[in-house]
């Protein structure tokens, strides 16, 4: 029994290496989970027997579709996808900006579903990626409404920042409703972000919507409420168990 517990724990801790749809090598894989090349190899192959890995024509793997249906199965996502789709597309309908679903991974925000024209896709997602929590609103949402049994310490100030600002910035987060980037960001990078919290049946927040725009043409503050907005309403549909109607995004 113990080892297989051991072949099941690597294997997760492989299949944790693609994570957002990301491709991988064996030298990847080896890397991040410290297990060597034959290990890797041997267990690749079976996950790709098993279509829970494919390889691509470059000789590298990605997640393959058995999981996706396995994971489209489970109830609570079902019903949170169910529930966010349609206003998530009501919001980009009527903004015409990136908009997506996300929640986190151990220290890092991860999207789990992603709206937006050709227009701009291609540089929303790449200015997105997988922030750690604390760099992004999202993150900062989840971080602000987010403390849990899993994740007891979200709370405590990240290193080096003192601890009553920044339990009073996660405080003003839950006052506002939503976070934003701020005007400092542009200079790094001109993509801003807003997020607003999505609360499950019993209150508690593991997702969070979030909206792109542009720094100089996207009120940030505006974006943030238009977040909320589309919020409350999956949040309002999840506690009746189905998809409301879509009540229209407000700036």
Same mark, same amino acid.
């Given at each position: 029994m113990t080892g297989r517990r051991g072949v099941l724990a690597r294997a997760f801790d492989i299949l944790g290496c693609f994570a957002g749809g990301?491709?991988?090598?064996?030298?990847?894989?080896?890397?991040?989970?410290?297990?060597?090349?034959?290990?890797? @190899?041997?267990?690749?192959?079976?996950?790709?027997e098993h279509g829970a890995i494919e390889r691509t024509s470059w000789g590298r793997y990605r997640l393959g579709p058995s999981l996706w249906r396995? /994971? @489209?199965?489970?109830?609570?996502?079902?019903?949170?996808?169910?529930?966010?789709?349609?206003?998530?597309?009501?919001?980009?309908?009527?903004?015409?900006?990136?908009?997506?679903?996300?929640?986190?991974?151990?220290?890092?925000?991860?999207?789990m579903d992603k709206i937006a024209g050709r227009k701009v896709a291609g540089w929303a997602w790449t200015a997105l990626g997988t922030p750690r929590l604390t760099e992004h609103p999202g993150g900062l949402v989840l971080l602000a409404w987010g403390a849990t049994p899993q994740h007891p310490g979200t709370q405590s100030p990240p290193a080096g920042r003192d601890e009553?600002?920044?339990?009073?910035?996660?405080?003003?987060?839950?006052?506002?409703?939503?976070?934003?980037?701020?005007?400092?960001?542009?200079?790094a990078n001109p993509a801003i972000w807003a997020a607003a919290p999505v609360f499950s049946v019993d209150k508690s927040v593991t997702t969070c919507v979030i909206i792109g725009g542009v720094h100089g043409e996207h009120p940030p503050a505006a974006l943030g409420r238009l977040a909320r907005?589309?919020?409350?309403?999956?949040?309002?549909?999840?506690?009746? /168990?189905?998809? !409301?109607? !879509?009540q229209g995004a407000e700036a």
């Open positions: 990301a491709e991988r090598s064996v030298a990847d894989v080896c890397h991040a989970t410290d297990l060597p090349p034959a290990t890797v @190899h041997r267990m690749l192959a079976t996950l790709a396995l /994971g @489209h199965d489970v109830h609570e996502i079902r019903r949170l996808r169910d529930c966010a789709r349609p206003a998530l597309i009501d919001l980009h309908a009527t903004t015409r900006l990136p908009v997506a679903l996300a929640t986190r991974e151990g220290d890092r925000l991860q999207v009553f600002a920044w339990r009073q910035e996660l405080a003003e987060i839950r006052r506002q409703g939503f976070c934003h980037s701020r005007p400092a960001d542009a200079a907005t589309t919020a409350t309403e999956i949040s309002a549909g999840l506690r009746l /168990g189905v998809a !409301s109607p !879509s």
